[in-house]
C-alpha cells in the first residue's frame, strides 16, 4: 500500500517538515488559489445566465492544481486534462484570453474551434487540449520522447483525472514513458468521481499510485488538499525527471465540490454528507490558517484579496464581452496556405444561407455531459 503524504493538517499544523518556500512565495501560492476559485465563481454565474456555454470548476482542487503547476520551470510543458486553467493563467496565460476562449469571440486564439474551458497557450507551453479522456497523456509522453532526444532540459507535466487511468492512453502512455525514460511528471487528480462513477469503481487499488508499480516507476499518493504537499510530491518528480531518472506518477487525492461541468447534477449520484465531509477540507481555507497563524497573512487578507481578484475579472469579463463574434471567414483559415476551391464554394454557399437568415442564435437544449 502507498502511503499518503501529508504536510499540513486541515487545522493548518504542520504534520511534518515543510518546503523551504519563502513567505511570499507561499502568499503567492495562496492567491493563485484564490484566483482560481473566484474566476470559477465568475465563469458558473456567466453559464448559469447564459452568457456562455459551459464551465468545468475546479471548487475544491485548487491546492492540486496550483500546488503541483508551481514546480513546473518556463520551460516545462503542461498538459491539461480539463480543470488546469487556473495554471495556465499562474504560468502566463493572460486572463483576458482565459475569458475570451469561454466566450468564442473574435479574441479567442482558437478562433471558436473549441467549446469553451478548452484552453490553450503558447507562451507558456500549454497545448490545446481535447474531451476525449486520456488522449493527452500519449501525446504528453510523445512530446517528452522529443525533448529527451533533443537533449533539452525541459520536464513534460501531464495531467489526467480518475477517470483516465481506465483509458487506453494511461496504459500506453505510462508503459512507453517508463521504457524511454522520459522526463514526465504524471499527475492523477484523483477528484472522486469520473463524471458519476467513483474513484472505487475504477481501481481495486488501495491508491491510484499502486498502479506506478507496473510500469517500472515510483508512484506516490498525497493529500491533494494540502498544497505544500502536492509541490513537494511534484518537485521532487520533475527533479528526477530532470535528471533523466524518468517519469513518477503522483496521485492527488482530493474532492470536486461542485459537479463534472455546469451541465452535471451530482446529487443523483452522490451524498450530501460526503460534500460536507470534504467541505470541512477546503484546501484554501488549510493554508489561509497555516499563514495566519504565523503572521504571513493578516486579519482581513483573504478578504480584500478576493475584492481585488474580483474587480479585475469583472474588467476583463467586460471588456470580451463586448468583443465581436469571431468571423465567419475563420471556419476556412489556417488549414491550407490558399483556400482551395471546395472549401472557398462551401464558404460561400453558407454565407449566403446567413445572407438570408442572419446569424445563428443559441439554442435553448440542454448539453449532454
Given at each position: 500500500?502507498?502511503?499518503?503524504l501529508q504536510i499540513l493538517a486541515q487545522d493548518g499544523k504542520p504534520v511534518r517538515s515543510v518546503p523551504e518556500l519563502a513567505p511570499e512565495r507561499m502568499v503567492e501560492l495562496f492567491e493563485h488559489m484564490l484566483h482560481v476559485r473566484c474566476v470559477d465563481q465568475r465563469m458558473l454565474k456567466l453559464q448559469r445566465a447564459g452568457r456562455i456555454g459551459f464551465v468545468g470548476t475546479a471548487k475544491g482542487l485548487e491546492a492540486s492544481i496550483i500546488g503541483s503547476a508551481a514546480v513546473l520551470d518556463h520551460r516545462d510543458w503542461l498538459w491539461s486534462g480539463l480543470r488546469e486553467g487556473g495554471a495556465a493563467v499562474m504560468r502566463g496565460l493572460p486572463l483576458a484570453e482565459y475569458v475570451a476562449q469561454m466566450y468564442c469571440n473574435s479574441n479567442d486564439t482558437a478562433k471558436g474551434r473549441q467549446m469553451c474551458n478548452h484552453f490553450?497557450?503558447?507562451g507558456s507551453n500549454y497545448p490545446s487540449w481535447s474531451s476525449v479522456i486520456g488522449t493527452q497523456i500519449p501525446h504528453g509522453v510523445g512530446a517528452a520522447f522529443a525533448t529527451k532526444r533533443r537533449g533539452e532540459d525541459a520536464v513534460h507535466g501531464i495531467y489526467f483525472g480518475d477517470g483516465a487511468t481506465s483509458s487506453n492512453g494511461f496504459h500506453s502512455g505510462m508503459n512507453f514513458a517508463?521504457?524511454?525514460?522520459?522526463?514526465?511528471?504524471?499527475?492523477?487528480?484523483?477528484?472522486?468521481w469520473?463524471?458519476?462513477v467513483s474513484s472505487s469503481a475504477q481501481t481495486c487499488a488501495e491508491s491510484y499510485a499502486d498502479k506506478a508499480v507496473a510500469y517500472?516507476?515510483?508512484?506516490?499518493s498525497v493529500d491533494g488538499n494540502d498544497v505544500l504537499a502536492c509541490y513537494e510530491a511534484t518537485r521532487s518528480a520533475a527533479e528526477r525527471a530532470r535528471a533523466g531518472d524518468g517519469p513518477t506518477l503522483v496521485v492527488l487525492k482530493t474532492y470536486?465540490?461542485?459537479g463534472h461541468s455546469s451541465s452535471d447534477d451530482p446529487t443523483r449520484y452522490r451524498d450530501d454528507e460526503?460534500?460536507?465531509?470534504?467541505?470541512?477540507?477546503?484546501?484554501?481555507l488549510r493554508l489561509e490558517r497555516y499563514l495566519t497563524d504565523r503572521g504571513v497573512l493578516q486579519k482581513g487578507a483573504r478578504e480584500a484579496t478576493e475584492k481585488r481578484l474580483y474587480a479585475e475579472i469583472d474588467a476583463v469579463v467586460h471588456e470580451q464581452e463586448a468583443a465581436p463574434r469571431m468571423a465567419l471567414r475563420t471556419l476556412v483559415e489556417d488549414v491550407y496556405a490558399e483556400t482551395p476551391r471546395h472549401l472557398r464554394e462551401q464558404y460561400n454557399a453558407f454565407h449566403a444561407?446567413?445572407?438570408r437568415r442572419g446569424e445563428a442564435e443559441p439554442g435553448d437544449g440542454a448539453f449532454p455531459l
Open positions: 500500500m502507498t502511503a499518503s490553450q497557450h503558447k517508463a521504457v524511454w525514460k522520459v522526463p514526465a511528471v504524471f499527475v492523477c487528480v484523483d477528484n472522486g469520473a463524471i458519476s517500472g516507476m515510483p508512484g506516490v470536486r465540490m461542485l460526503e460534500v460536507e465531509s470534504w467541505a470541512k477540507r477546503d484546501p484554501i444561407v446567413v445572407e
